[in-house]
């Protein structure tokens, strides 16, 4: 958001500063300090519920099942719920592109195109612009219910929580100062990682940060190639494991009616590519396509894998093809509207990630299952890293919780104005210790909502199954 100058002229920093000073007269920082449900709040079994409506119905007790295996699972798969919860609230109108589901899980380490090591956000299904508050909250939130679940104290939950806040305020305030180009190409490789974690951490830390990079640079799209195609007699293909994997072959009876809906997809998505990179993908031929089970919200919504060659079997391409329906954060931010989700989600992504895949791109097409449908495209696993909140001790979460924090301060300035978030969240801790509270608050109503669904499943009201 452009802060309006008094001159007419391009707003100075002062008058940004003063703008974000302002808003505390609206929304003071206190206010953010609890969650109480506002009145009429809908029951979070009729949310989910309805999202289930426009998903696969074979898969959605899957999404169930996976969201009742802990409170953090549920809430992993309950955005469409908090949404609701923070669109209630007063805001400070201080609008960058969101994230729109920022929880631990959804920061990981990534390969540049230049084959580094980033630590960034990884899930963009949800992004739409709105006020920064709400990533934070949303990403405090999840420190307090991964903290709960390993069964550390209150006061160490605090502390992550703290430290995540802070670390965000703390390199907003750093990107104020900040040459506009300079807050661009700000990244954070594995090995500035390294550095600034070295004075904070003990050997064991240190040694399991080791590790974590080592892992991330295995997982590679050859070894996912190992892992989901077998050889058969025309070659390498997708093993099936149903439900979670299931080849097209298996789900269409008319081959020909296969090959147009993929090609339909291939072709819409390659128009989405700049022209060196569409260049890149005709050196691939398709080969094989199935449909996979990902994540815990987005169970149910349509996914496919795509396998094409280059040169011979030995050289192959894995791209993924998810379906984008509407953010869950869309009813509360002001009537934006966009033509295609999965272009949405690849803007977005673009906007606040710095390094994203070569091959990202969008479609409109059949969606494979007769039915239009918008999908965004991406290469399926390219050295990503993935934390494991359940393994960490009280000093290793708030660690990583500083990392997320920091991350998201990040993508945040370059979407929107650093300097009026910086003002307004101010010098003091205040609003750590606001988010501190807004996180234990909101972890009660994770829990409650929790519980609900599972006596809906227990009703028999819902089904869900465990894979």
């Keep these: 958001m452009t802060v309006p100058s008094s001159s007419g002229a391009f707003p100075s920093p002062a008058e940004r500063a003063a703008h974000g000073r302002s808003v505390r007269k609206r929304v003071p920082r206190s206010s953010h300090g609890s969650f109480q449900a506002a009145p009429g709040r809908r029951d979070p079994v009729d949310v989910i519920e309805r999202q289930s409506a426009t998903r ?77 508050e709400w990533d934070v909250k949303r990403l405090a939130a999840s420190v307090a219910i991964a903290g709960r679940a390993n069964g550390f104290p209150a006061g160490a939950q605090n502390r992550a929580v703290r430290a995540c806040v802070e670390a965000y305020r703390r390199r907003m305030r750093e990107f ?39 892992k991330a640079r295995t997982r590679t799209h050859l070894q996912a190639f190992a892992k989901l195609t077998r050889p058969s007699a025309e070659g390498r293909r997708i093993a099936a494991d149903p439900p979670l994997i299931t080849p097209l072959r298996d789900l269409l009876d008319d081959p020909a009616a296969e090959e147009r809906a993929l090609r339909e997809v291939l072709g819409g998505y390659a128009g989405s590519l700049s022209s060196e990179r569409r260049h890149l993908l005709g050196r691939y031929h398709l080969v094989d396509v199935a449909r996979k089970v990902v994540g815990v919200g987005s169970v149910g919504t349509r996914c496919w894998i795509v396998l094409l060659l280059g040169r011979d079997d ?67 696993r390219d050295w990503k890293g993935i934390a ?69 499943v227990r009703s028999g009201r819902l089904r869900a199954e465990s894979r």
């Design 388 to 456: 494991r909140p359940e393994t960490m001790d009280p000093e290793l979460m708030a660690l990583f919780a500083r990392l997320c924090g920091a991350s998201l301060a990040r993508a945040h300035a370059r979407s929107g104005d650093p300097v009026a978030i910086a003002a307004y969240l101010g010098r003091g801790d205040r609003f750590d210790r606001a988010l501190a509270g807004f996180a234990r608050d909101y972890a009660d109503r994770n829990e409650r909502d929790f519980e609900a669904l599972g006596a809906a």
């Design 176 to 214: 104020a100062g900040m040459r506009t180009l300079d807050i661009w190409y700000a990244q954070d490789d594995a090995d500035r990682l390294r550095e600034l974690m070295a004075s904070s951490m003990d050997r064991e830390a240190r040694r399991r940060t080791a590790e974590a990079t080592g």
């Design 56 to 132: 696969l119905p074979e898969l959605v007790p899957v999404r169930h099942g996976r969201m009742l295996e802990s409170p953090f699972r549920f809430y992993r798969g309950a955005a469409a719920v908090m949404a609701g919860d923070l669109g209630a609230l007063p805001d400070t109108g201080l609008r960058v592109q969101l994230c729109g589901d920022a929880h631990l899980l959804n920061f990981r380490l990534l390969a540049s195109p230049e084959r580094r090591l980033v630590f960034d956000i990884n899930d963009f299904d949800e992004t739409h612009a709105g006020p920064f």
């Design 314 to 380: 030995d050289d192959p391409l894995l791209l993924q093809a998810k379906e984008a329906q509407e953010s869950v954060l869309a009813p509360y931010t002001g009537g934006e509207r966009h033509d295609n989700q999965g272009r949405r989600v690849v803007a977005g992504q673009r906007l606040i990630q710095t390094t994203s895949d070569i091959l990202l791109g969008w479609t409109h097409a059949a969606g494979l299952d007769g039915r239009p449908r918008d999908f965004y495209v991406r290469q399926l």
